[in-house]
């Protein structure tokens, strides 16, 4: 599990790259209002399932009917990022499009995602036939603490961009509207 965990953290890494240059920098999705919603709404759902994801792996194994429910995470996850794959096209548009940096970005992160799943998988079927439960799992305490912090800031992540979809006061905080 520990390469697994090693990949996902430098997924977080690159996502928290993706997020702070790409969104919020140089898209300023939040700015974007009706406009960016759908792409904002799918980031929330998928920071949220990261976030259990980063928030978890690194402290416990999901055991029995629990593996299954982190397999089924996993899958909704990717369900969701290949429908943003599809949305931010559109949703771009009137910025020109995904910028081709980003577009590399997603690749590399696709990439290490394949590497993760590759790792992971195997192991979460071998959970899914023990019994049910949770057990501690501690990964090595630099894994275990760069995880955890991953997980609080995609949740953070996902929170603004759910707050700024709504379209909440501030919500678009620090950028001006989309032309």
Known sequence: MTTALYLLLAQGALGAF????FHEW?????????????ELLLHAARDAVYALLFGSLGWIAWRGSWAYVLLLLVGVEIVI??????IEDRVRKPLGGVFAGERITHTVMAMIYGAFL???LPIAWADAQVA?????HLAN???????????AGVLI??????????DLPGGRWPWPPWR
Not at 18 to 21: A, E, G, I, K, R
């Open 157 to 166: 992540s996902g929170l603004r961009d759910l707050y700024a979809a709504l």
């Open 141 to 151: 305490p630099a894994l275990r603490w760069g995880l955890t912090a991953m997980g």
């Open 26 to 38: 140089r898209a300023r999705l939040p700015a974007g209002r009706a406009q960016s919603r759908p």
């Open 18 to 21: 993706d997020t702070l240059y």
């Open 132 to 136: 049910t439960g949770f057990e501690l």
């Open 118 to 120: 590759g790792h992971f």
């Open 81 to 86: 990022t290949l429908a943003d794959f599809t």
